[in-house]
């Protein structure tokens, strides 16, 4: 069984920074990708980032340039490094592992005041 925990959001100013983990516990012996989503109440979960097992990246056009997707294979954790937040970065930030089917983490709030 394999548990997501992620760790490191919070409340920042607009142009501000936080940096996202996210750490899997329970045997993952190969991904096919991890990464994260956001949700904001009301709408629909949308993709932010995601990087594949051979470390293609992927990103929503709203955080091309201002968001970094990062993993570290040793620690089965995957990193959001989110830049020059926007009010509109506020949401629920869940990431997730495709392994034999996706697992989700339980979210963290991102709040950015402008």
């Known amino acids: 069984q394999v548990q997501l925990v992620e760790s490191g959001g919070g409340l920042v100013q607009a142009g501000g920074s936080l940096r996202l983990s996210c750490a899997a516990s329970g045997s993952i012996f190969r991904f096919n990708v991890m990464g994260w989503h956001r949700q904001v109440p009301g709408k629909q979960r949308e993709l932010v980032a995601s990087i594949t097992s051979g470390g293609f990246t992927n990103y929503a056009d709203s955080v091309k340039g201002r968001f970094t997707i990062a993993r570290d294979g040793a620690k089965d954790t995957v990193y959001l490094q989110m830049n020059s937040l926007k009010s509109e970065d506020t949401a629920v930030y869940y990431c997730?592992?495709?392994?034999?089917?996706?697992?989700w983490g339980q979210g963290t709030q991102v709040t950015v005041s402008s």
């Open positions: 997730f592992f495709v392994v034999d089917r996706t697992y």
